[in-house]
């Protein structure tokens, strides 16, 4: 029996895949490991919260004391690691939030694997969870693929791109057996309305501005929560150790066209007239160090494993907008106290 340690299981990602394990495998135990800052919520997981097989912990990943305790109480035998400070636009106000946790708290995690595992490498697995930004900016053409040089531009990525270095370094150095996998942007629900996606939704039913950065051109291919959570899922149960993965959507959206798509969709729903939450549409000043264009080369894993996306994004949006629409009271929360500061601070004079 997997006795699976989940880190970050109450934010977006995370909660989808801690949904999905504990839903389809009821005989693995599901350990969900979170500090709950800003964007953890266990609003997000009450429908499983009193699963049989579902246990959780809130802890941070830098404190080992409690990592460790967390070990023995449970017997973990795996872990898939999802915790992350994950917001560019925060890494840029705060970069040592993202260094703390991104980087150090990935290498506490992996000392205190190396410790309770030691002697039996070969039968435990450390899954890392990162991201496509580590890889940098693409120019009008190509794809990142597993071999593209990392080239990172905004702390976020820096650390994330660290905490990448500091898994394999534990592979090749001490044997524990990890796989990594690099994602492009995902959307869906519960979606961390700091993000492009539910920022906009939030802004349209509110009507406020819809503050696009820049010239609006920035690229970036948008994959569907739960397709992420199934492609987790594929590369926990047969990824090769030591192996790097890319998942992406081959699903490539300037935001301009991307917001116009979501104020399209929104007025029809919400009953408007067709273009009145495109005059919402505000250009505002860039974002340090922004990066053009991402888009996932993800023909490895469809190859090995046959996964692909399973919705097309005018599906997946409509889903995650219907969610948003019947979900105001989960809006309502995590966009009251401490979300407004942050909005105000991020946007105001921009
Ligand atoms: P999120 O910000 O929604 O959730 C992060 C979770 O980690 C929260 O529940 C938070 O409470 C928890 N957490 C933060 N610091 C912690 C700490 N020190 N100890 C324990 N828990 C802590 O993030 P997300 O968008 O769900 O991303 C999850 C992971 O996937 C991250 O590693 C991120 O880098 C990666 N990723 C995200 C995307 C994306 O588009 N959102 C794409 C690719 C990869
Ligand atoms: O590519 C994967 C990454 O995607 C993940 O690793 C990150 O955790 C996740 O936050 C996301 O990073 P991005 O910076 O791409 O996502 P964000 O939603 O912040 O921005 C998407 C694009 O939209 C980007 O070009 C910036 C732009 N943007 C964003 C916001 C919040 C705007 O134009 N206006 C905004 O208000």
Not at 2 to 27: D, E, M, Q, W
Not at 93 to 122: C, Q
């Amino acid at each position: 029996m997997k006795k699976i340690l989940i880190t970050g299981g109450a934010g977006f990602i995370g909660s989808h895949v801690v949904r999905r394990f504990v839903n389809k495998y009821p005989l693995y135990l599901i350990v969900n490991a979170d500090a709950l800052t800003y964007a953890g919520n266990l609003e997000n997981l009450t429908d499983i919260e009193d699963s049989p097989n579902y246990i959780f912990e809130k802890a941070d990943i830098k404190d080992i004391a409690a990592i460790s305790s967390i070990f023995d109480k449970y017997g973990i035998t795996d872990i898939i690691h999802l915790a992350a400070e994950s917001h560019v636009d925060r890494s840029i106000l705060s970069p040592f939030d993202f260094v703390y946790t991104n980087v150090i708290g990935t290498v506490a995690l992996l000392e205190v694997a190396k410790e309770k595992w030691k002697g039996e490498y070969k039968s435990h697995l450390f899954y890392h969870i990162s991201t496509d930004e580590v890889f940098g900016a693409l120019g009008d053409t190509g794809l990142f693929t597993e071999e593209t040089r990392y080239d990172p531009h905004s702390p976020y990525s820096a650390s994330k791109a660290a905490s990448d270095h500091f898994v394999r370094a534990y592979f090749d150095t001490y044997g524990i057996q990890t796989v990594v996998s690099n994602c492009s942007n995902n959307y869906g629900p519960n979606h961390f309305p700091e993000k492009l996606i539910p920022l906009m939704i939030n802004n349209i039913i509110n009507n406020k501005p819809l503050p696009v950065y820049g010239d609006g051109k920035y690229t970036r291919d948008w994959l569907f929560v739960k397709d992420h959570a199934i492609a987790i899922d594929l590369l926990f149960h047969q990824g090769r150790a030591g192996e790097t993965y890319n998942i992406g959507g081959f699903n490539e959206w300037k935001n301009i066209d991307l917001v116009n798509l979501l104020c399209k969709q929104m007025d029809e729903k919400l009953g408007r007239q067709p273009g009145t939450s495109a005059q919402l549409i505000t250009y505002v000043k860039d974002r340090p160090g922004h990066d053009r264009r991402y888009a996932i080369d993800a023909s490895k894993i469809n190859k090995e494993f046959g996964w692909k996306p399973s919705v097309t994004f005018e599906e997946g949006l409509s889903q995650t907008i219907d969610w948003f629409l019947s979900n105001k009271t989960w809006l309502e929360h995590v966009t009251s106290g401490a979300y407004t500061s942050y909005y105000d601070h991020q946007y105001e004079n921009r």
